[in-house]
């Protein structure tokens, strides 16, 4: 294409001639640390790619299959892509498009890593509900760790600095390396069945991420999602999160903190326990005072200290009506002895006896009948007279009938 400054080339011209040059470079595989992704909710994604060793940089467009393809793909991760150059007619920009992207090197291992993790999860073992409570004083606390580690010093340090009574059963396991996984796995078992160990502690100082690896071993997470000791993970420092720790009960950032989780401070314990007895003391000394107030308030009350004043009206009461019960009874006494000594009179004058006394007499004849009459009884015959002193023997010697007179 000539050109000079009496006949210049226009510039969309230019333009489109390197975009045709560019074109013409097709497709090439990349090695490369992706740094920044956009992702929108269109087809069309957008990454910034950028040199491992050079201080260089592009933007990258990407299908939205194309990206998901790759699975996890944290800004950091080193990446293989296959891509292909272009350049846009109105920034007249280059960019690549990316037709294929896989993760390289250490971003590969965390690609394994979150799919096993994501299968896990789908079974549902990093379910909250699974966790289970720690115990508040444990009888013993079991130890996972590695021989003579700096985790296993911290956490036996700790321990006895905030509970010095507190008993350990340590099993040493290999916490790196191919058959590191099996060693914890037996260690964690052995801890597991002991009926002493009331919570176990798994822990590691920091490490790569290939140190790490054996605690996101799928073996050694589905047992301590198996254990029925609650199971405490200190691994590493407080970035590092294997998988073992989304299974475990409580993960602990460091064994330090691991140590401050599984036992109290016997120092804040006591200090506790004094102030609890002191609320606990001026809580009884109100309470007796109060009962003492009232006891003081009921004795300061008249039936209280007078037991009787209350029955002081009920006697009068009671007075009035024994007067009167007894007026009423001698009244009726003398009434009915009034109507004795009246009924006494008319049976005494009406009395035989009383007849007797005026000077008359009861005759009986022979055979005991009551003589009336002169024609009761026969010239002859012997008869009774019951007087008031005694008794005559009278015989009949004559009967004389009274004359009735017209």
Same mark, same amino acid.
């Given at each position: 294409?000539? /050109?000079?400054?009496? $006949?210049?080339? !226009? ?8 975009? +045709?040059?560019?074109? &013409? ?27 491992? %060793?050079?201080?260089?940089?592009? $933007? ?41 992207? @896989? ?34 004083? !444990? ?11 700096? #985790?296993? &010093? ?27 996984? #099996? ?41 301590? #999602? ?18 073992? +720790? ?28 004094? =102030? ?13 005072? &109060? ?10 009350? !008249? ?20 007067? &009167?019960?007894? /007026?009423? %009874?001698? @009244?009726? =006494? ?5 109507? =004795?000594?009246?009924? %006494? ?26 003589? /009336? ?24 010697? $004559?009967?004389?009938?009274?004359? $009735?007179?017209?």
């Amino acid at each position: 294409m000539n /050109s000079s400054r009496e $006949q210049p080339q !226009p510039l969309g011209r230019v333009i489109g001639a390197v975009k +045709d040059w560019v074109g &013409r470079l097709g497709e090439i595989w990349v090695d490369a640390q992706v740094v920044e992704i956009k992702r929108r909710s269109g087809a069309t994604q957008f990454m910034t790619f950028r040199d491992r %060793v050079a201080n260089m940089s592009v $933007q990258v467009t990407a299908s939205a299959v194309v990206l998901d393809s790759a699975g996890p793909l944290p800004e950091g991760s080193r990446v293989t892509a296959r891509v292909r150059p272009r350049v846009w007619d109105k920034a007249t920009s280059l960019s690549f498009e990316c037709l294929e992207i @896989h993760v390289a090197g250490e971003g590969q291992l965390l690609l394994r890593l979150e799919q096993l993790k994501r299968k896990l999860q789908a079974e549902g073992l990093f379910d909250d509900h699974r966790k289970r409570r720690l115990p508040l004083l !444990p009888r013993a606390i079991g130890l996972v760790t590695g021989r003579g580690s700096d #985790a296993e &010093r911290d956490v036996l340090t700790n321990v006895a600095r905030r509970w010095p009574s507190a008993i350990f059963r340590v099993e040493h396991a290999l916490v790196q390396g191919i058959d590191s996984a #099996a060693s914890l796995m037996t260690a964690l078992a052995r801890l597991d069945a002991d009926p002493e160990v009331d919570v176990i502690i798994l822990a590691r100082g920091g490490g790569s991420l290939e140190d790490l690896l054996s605690f996101s071993d799928e073996g050694l997470v589905r047992a301590v #999602a198996a254990a029925k000791t609650p199971v405490v993970t200190a691994i590493g420092h407080e970035r590092d999160t294997p998988i073992v +720790d989304l299974v475990a009960d409580l993960r602990a950032s460091t064994p330090t903190d691991a140590a401050r989780r599984v036992v109290p401070d016997h120092v804040e314990e006591s200090a506790g326990l004094a =102030l609890a007895r002191t609320r606990l003391n001026r809580a009884v000394d109100v309470l007796l005072t &109060r009962e003492e107030h009232a006891i003081s308030a009921l004795r300061s009350r !008249p039936v209280m200290l007078d037991p009787t004043s209350a029955f002081s009206a009920h006697y009068e009461r009671l007075t009035l009506f024994r007067h &009167r019960l007894g /007026s009423a %009874v001698e @009244h009726r =006494l003398r009434a009915e002895e009034a109507d =004795l000594r009246a009924a %006494v009179s008319s049976i005494r004058a009406l009395s035989p006896k009383h007849t007797l006394e005026r000077g008359y007499a009861v005759l009986v004849g022979p055979g005991h009948e009551s003589v /009336s009459s002169i024609a009761d009884a026969s010239v002859g015959e012997r008869i009774r007279a019951y007087l008031a002193d005694g008794e005559l023997t009278l015989d009949v010697v $004559q009967t004389n009938p009274k004359e $009735q007179h017209g």
